[in-house]
């Protein structure tokens, strides 16, 4: 897998808000891989994993921890990003913008 700073950067060049499926379509590109073998990777269907890197479909933080665990990236950042991406999707109706999650992982799972 490639370095967790490449991922970032990536993320900054494209001037996206963070969100679990950004950062798993970005590991992708930058491990030049095709949906079919990168959801193979995650167990999951090619059409989930191309919803949630275009924002349709948001991951528990369950399975953003299980991602984590099977590309070895910090299990933290993943549950932070997915209970962001859920934060954001409930107060999206209300036009709330929450900022970014500050969550400490201990005992969670």
Known sequence: ????????KLNEI??????LGK???????????SLKEFSTILNISI???????HGRRIASAKKAYE???KLEYPAEEFI??????EANNLTS????????LSITVGGFL
């Open 1 to 8: 897998m490639i370095t967790k700073n490449l991922v970032a």
């Open 14 to 19: 494209n001037g996206a808000d963070e969100s």
């Open 23 to 33: 950062t798993l379509r970005s590991i992708r590109l930058c491990d030049e891989m």
């Open 47 to 53: 059409s989930y994993l191309s919803d949630l890197e």
């Open 67 to 69: 991602y984590a665990k």
């Open 80 to 85: 932070r990003l997915a209970l962001q991406d």
């Open 93 to 100: 109706t209300k036009g709330l913008k929450l900022n970014r």
